[in-house]
């Protein structure tokens, strides 16, 4: 009887020394993984399959630890480069205005010879010059801010039909001085979204103002609203030299400006655009574009139905 206890309890020995064994294995695979996190190294994970509860946790728990600190690198890697990038940018497209600025003043400063009119011209160049240099910094800040997800977007039952309207009256002398009767299609239900009015008012008066700006010539403007699968689109559209197919894929790209309307004087920055994609994606929405040129250009952009 005696032989049997003892096997027993020897038996009993064995299985806890294996399982303490099995256990530390796992605790110093862990211990290895957290080393490496802390080292920086996001692309370990642990692999083993325990038959303890708690263990098989902890790994899972650290994995999905792990996903988040790679997530959050990678950010911050795509944040760093597109900071860098923005720098280049920046300095690039504020050196010729400001060239031309100090060119100005360097004259007024120097040449005694100039005439009163001629001073005024140069004051002139140089408070339009500052105007193009402080709206460039403005939109670079809005940019900058809307990547860092540093603009606060609150999302709220918006009525899009009022506001669609009330952008449009903000346009009115606009549209009134350029001798333009927008066509609107704008359907008798009030639509309502998911959205953020400052931002929506943003996205609208970037994409009314292209149509104007790009359109005028052709002196035909139009804007549509309808419903498709839960979402609400905004057609924005505009006659005139439209976008070759080549730029298509470019025209939300930050400073692009398509060449069709590179050499006109009425070209803006290249930033609306961006703008415009970075805040329709933020409220979970899309932007398309079509061109047909000199025929019909349209911006298409779609926000979640409030049902
Ligand atoms: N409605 C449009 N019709 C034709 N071309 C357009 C239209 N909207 C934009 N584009 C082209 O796409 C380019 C980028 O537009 P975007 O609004 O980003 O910049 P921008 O108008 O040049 O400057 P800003 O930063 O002042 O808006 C424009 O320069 C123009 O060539
Ligand atoms: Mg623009």
């Known amino acids: 009887m005696n032989i049997y206890i003892s096997f027993f309890l020897i038996s009993i020995c064995f299985i806890l020394i294996f399982r303490n064994i099995y256990i530390s294995n796992h605790i110093n695979e862990i211990n290895r993984t957290l080393q490496h996190i802390k080292d920086g190294n996001f692309n370990i994970r642990l692999r083993f399959y325990s038959s303890n509860k708690s263990i098989r946790n902890l790994g899972v728990n650290l994995n999905s630890i792990i996903d988040e600190f790679q997530c959050m690198a990678e950010k911050k890697e795509y944040l760093e480069e597109s900071r860098k990038r923005m720098v280049s940018n920046i300095s690039h497209d504020l050196r010729t205005p400001l060239t031309s ?29 500052s105007q193009t240099l402080y709206s460039l910094l403005e939109e670079f800040f809005q940019i900058s801010k809307i990547e860092a997800e540093d603009v ?68 035909i403007i139009g804007i549509k609203m309808r419903d498709k699968n839960s979402m609400v689109w905004i057609d924005i559209w505009n006659g005139g030299t439209g976008i070759n197919i080549k730029d298509i894929p470019y025209v939300f790209d930050r400073l692009y400006t398509a060449e069709s309307s590179r050499n006109k004087k009425s070209h803006g920055s290249g930033l609306g655009l961006t703008i415009v994609k970075k805040l329709v994606e933020r409220l979970k929405g899309e932007v398309l574009v079509k061109s047909i040129p000199n025929e019909k250009t349209t911006f298409s952009f779609s926000l979640p139905l409030y049902k």
Do not use: C
């Open 101 to 129: 600025i100090l060119g100005y003043l360097e004259a007024l400063h120097k040449d005694s010879k100039l005439n009163n009119k001629e001073k005024k011209y140069f004051l002139d160049v140089v408070y339009s010059k």
């Open 152 to 219: 606060l977007i609150k999302v709220e039952k918006i009525n899009l039909t009022n506001m669609v309207q009330e952008a449009l009256a903000g346009f009115y002398q606009e549209f009134t001085n350029e001798n333009i009767q927008p066509i609107i299609e704008i359907p008798e239900k009030v639509f309502f979204v998911w959205g953020d009015s400052k931002a929506i008012d943003r996205i609208l008066s970037n994409l009314l103002l292209n149509a104007l700006r790009y359109g005028k010539e052709q002196k």
